[in-house]
């Protein structure tokens, strides 16, 4: 897949961003050339090597379509989760890998389920993964959509209020 400046990606490890530039090594200098991708959420920038693109599976950012599908993602039926902390977290987290919008939407809803019905079973990692996926998803949503972080925070917000206030139940 060939990307360019401007090209707007997910890292799979560090999240959303725009490829800034294409650094390439000067005349005699060893290395390889590197994108260097702005990462918003974060308010950092990394380099990742050309040649290492595909093994790390930095892909093209969710368009205006998937945007949509994510919301009626967010608002189908919740897939219940394990009570059992370790069985949850361990579904989680093979969840969250790659950092794909359509997966941190089941996340979101997914637990914001368990939180509604499970309430005291929820543990502080259950808020830290919820957090972290809020968190994700907003940063490619702020990006797809071309706007700020806090707006589209703002609306992921929201559809987890409605997922709670309409009790989504499976």
């Known amino acids: 897949m060939a ?8 890292h799979p490890e560090y999240g959303p ?3 800034r530039a294409l650094c390439q090594p000067g005349p005699g200098e060893p290395g390889r050339e590197e994108l260097v991708i702005v990462i918003p959420h974060r308010h950092t920038e990394i380099r990742v090597p050309c040649a290492d693109l595909e093994r790390i ?3 093209r950012l969710i368009d205006a379509d998937e945007l949509l599908a994510i ?4 608002l189908r039926q919740p897939e219940p989760l394990p009570i059992d902390l370790p069985a949850r977290q361990a579904l989680l987290h093979r969840c969250l890998s790659g950092l794909h919008a359509q997966a941190l939407a089941e996340v979101i809803r997914d ?5 509604d019905t499970h309430f005291t079973e929820m543990q502080r990692v259950d808020y ?3 957090n972290q996926a809020e968190t994700l998803l907003s940063a490619q949503w702020a990006l797809a959509d ?4 806090e707006a589209a925070w703002s609306f992921v917000n929201k559809l987890i ?3 709670v206030q309409y009790g989504r139940r499976p």
Request: charged share 20%; net charge negative; no cysteine.
């Open 3 to 10: 990307f360019k400046i401007g090209d707007k990606v997910v």
């Open 17 to 19: 961003g725009v490829i």
């Open 57 to 59: 599976g930095l892909r």
């Open 71 to 74: 919301s009626a993602t967010m």
């Open 111 to 115: 637990l914001t389920y368990f939180f």
């Open 128 to 130: 830290e993964v919820l």
């Open 146 to 149: 071309d706007v700020p972080f």
């Open 161 to 163: 209020a409605e997922i």
